[in-house]
Structures are given as C-alpha cells and as structure tokens.
C-alpha cells in the first residue's frame, strides 16, 4: 500500500483526467434507471461486454420491472444464462423487480439505503447506480478502483470502504462527480492488474507505484 498522495498532486491527476476524458461514460449498456439497476446487478464476477450482449436482447423485451415479471423467471434464465451465477442472478432480477413493483410503484428508488434493500444490490451497485444516473457524487469501488487506489496513492486503503472513504475525503469536490468513472477506466485500460502499461500513463510521474514498467 502507497502513502497518501497529497491535495495538489491528486488535483494534477485528476486535472488530467479531466483533460483526456471530460465526460467519462460507464459502459454497461442501458435505456433507464431499471435496466441500469439490473445490468449493474448482473456485472458481479463478469464482464461489462459480457453483461451487455446478454442483456440486449433482454432489455429489448423487459425494460420496466413489471414485463420482466411478465417475462417470467425461465424467461430471464434463457437470456442471461452466458453470464456467470445466472441462476441465483435471475432469481434476484425477478424478487427486486417484484419489490419494485409492489413498493415502489414500478420506479427505483433513489437512496442508497433503498436500493441497497434490493436482491443482489449491494452498497457498490447501488453507488455506480446513483452516480450514472442520479449524478451523484458516490464512489462505486471495484477491482480496478482499489487497485488504482492503493498502487498510485489517490485513494490507500485496506478494503472497499476505506479506499471509497479515501476517495470521497481527498478527491477535489469539482472531480467527484466522474472521480470513479476515471479510476475505473484507468485500472480497465491501463494501470492493469498484471503488466501494467507504466508507459503509457498519463499520470506515472505522480504515481507512487515502485514496480513502475516501461
């Protein structure tokens, strides 16, 4: 684990972030904040591309939670079945959609609180659920953003919680808003788990990273 980068130097990072990608995009593919909901869902242990061809067709037909219970659980299994842990990831589409339908009237919830309630919606899905639609300013820490995080000194931290904490107390409040849309691409495309692409890096002057490639 690196040491805490400071104020300055976190803000030159993110300047040039900023700089690169001024609008970042998730890239799980979806049409409203449902289909977010499930698509997020399903990512656990699997890829977005992977997520996003499987549920292509499944969006097409059941966009709203009611048509996904119209579509039944077999339904949802059929289409999802290329991802991994379908099975128990379709029962948990068909109970959060039926939790929504009977509490929520159909709409999702905009609280952590709520949308943590949710079948297979923990406190990660819910914050990459409240910050791609709702804009707001939660820090969804994944593989990629922990290993960004602890590599380069933005955000050390022994788990999620503490690199998450890390990041909401010394990111700049002007990048919070696309703060873990730019680790997350970063860690995806760059700053690998394995080699990483040191040469590449647009910020390897100011990561704190020893094993350093080029």
């Known amino acids: 684990m690196s040491r805490q980068l400071d104020y300055l130097t976190i803000k030159e990072i993110f300047t040039r972030f900023q700089a690169t990608e001024p609008e970042p995009q998730g890239e799980l593919e979806h049409v409203n904040a449902y289909t977010l909901v499930v698509a997020v ?22 966009d709203t939670p009611q048509k996904m219970l119209n579509l039944g659980l077999d339904g949802v299994t059929e289409h999802i079945k290329t991802i991994g842990l379908f099975r128990q990831k379709a029962k948990n589409v068909m109970k959060l959609s039926q939790i929504l339908v009977d509490d929520y009237g159909g709409e999702v919830p905009n609280s952590r609180a709520a949308l943590q309630s949710l ?23 994944d593989t990629h953003i922990f290993r960004v995080g602890n590599r380069t000194g933005i955000a050390p ?30 860690g995806r495309y760059t700053c690998v788990a394995r080699k990483p692409k040191c040469a590449a890096c647009l910020i390897r002057d100011l990561c704190l990273f020893e094993d350093k490639t080029f």
């Open 157 to 186: 931290g022994k788990d999620v919680d503490q690199v998450e904490r890390r990041i909401e107390d010394h990111v700049p409040a002007d990048f919070q808003r696309h703060a873990h849309q730019w680790l997350i691409l970063h």
């Open 119 to 141: 079948p297979g919606v923990g406190r990660k899905t819910a914050n990459v659920v409240l910050n791609m639609w709702w804009a707001h300013p939660a820090q969804a820490v």
């Open 41 to 62: 869902a399903l990512s656990a242990q699997a890829t977005d591309k992977g997520v996003n061809k499987a549920t292509r067709a499944l969006f097409a037909v059941a």
